[in-house]
């Protein structure tokens, strides 16, 4: 089993005891303010840049362990950051609920909630976070499941950033109405990167819906200040660069305005979609 298999079982389990405290979060639901909109936040004439909140990942190992969620959160929004993305997953990215409250009370930015969410219990969660969106992976539900939760999103007030890596999961979230579509180069099960998979899909998204590109992209200037950017760039694309920092790096507030004028920030080429 590969780390999506593997992440997906642990998030069932996880699901399965949050069930326990739906009554809870039903309750928490219904009084926490709704995020700002995050799909809103990357519609805009420039590159926009989502922040990520993370520890570790099973491809990078430890990044920064100690970091505290909500002084990161807050340095992303005064370095010019558009929206955060907070990894929530505990066993292999050190996530937890607690880094995504405490970042999303330290910024008006809108906030996604990162993590392998499997069950609608965790949409709850998720809303009861005041969380503007969420990550849905189409390649860890079935197509039955994935609407079912992207349906239950949409009745909590929650967005749902849908990721795919091939045509089929593309004609899925497609399906889920105002759902943004994320194209992911990296295979979750084998954490290779591929970047044809991204301009092989891309083009096939239509050009009303709001479409991510993922791209991982690491020049000698980055390796060298041992920081690590997910840049995301775009032509006929929505901008968006998502970027994680390791623990070496310094003045993160002004990383986001660093990477827009850096020549390390090279814009992809695509094809004009129809």
């Known amino acids: 089993m590969g780390p999506l298999g593997r992440l997906s ?28 909109s995050f799909a809103a936040a990357l519609r805009r004439t420039d590159v926009a840049v989502v922040a990520e909140v993370k520890r570790r990942s099973p491809s990078k190992g430890v990044i920064n362990a100690g970091l505290d969620a909500g002084e990161r959160a807050s340095a992303y929004s005064r370095g010019g950051a558009a929206a955060l993305s907070i990894l929530t ?50 390649r860890a539900l079935p197509p039955d499941d994935l609407t079912a939760m ?27 109405r105002h759902a943004i579509i994320g194209v992911n180069s990296r295979d979750l099960e084998t954490l290779v990167i591929d970047h044809a998979v991204t301009s092989h899909l891309i083009p096939m998204i239509p050009t009303d819906r709001l479409a991510i590109a993922e ?40 990383v986001t305005n660093r990477i827009k004028q850096s020549a390390c920030f090279q814009p992809l080429r695509f094809p004009v979609r129809r």
Do not use: C, W, Y
Request: glycine share 6%; charged share 30%.
């Open 9 to 36: 079982a642990t998030a069932a389990a996880r699901a399965a005891e949050l069930e326990k405290r739906s009554a809870d979060l039903e309750d928490r639901a219904k009084d926490a303010p709704a995020g700002p």
């Open 89 to 138: 997953e505990p066993t292999e990215f050190g996530g937890s609920i607690e880094d995504f409250v405490e970042a999303r009370a330290s910024t008006t930015l809108p906030t996604l909630k990162k993590d392998f969410h499997v069950h609608p219990v965790q949409v709850l969660e998720a809303r009861a976070a005041g969380a503007s969106a969420l990550l849905l992976i189409a």
């Open 150 to 176: 992207a349906d239950r999103a949409s009745e909590l007030g929650v967005e749902v950033l849908v990721e795919v890596r091939n045509e089929e999961e593309l004609e899925r979230a497609l399906a889920i």
């Open 215 to 254: 791209i991982m992209h690491v020049t000698r200037r980055e390796h060298a200040g041992n920081a690590r950017f997910l840049t995301v760039l775009q032509h006929d694309v929505s901008g968006f660069v998502r970027f994680h920092l390791a623990v070496q790096e310094r003045g993160v507030g002004n």
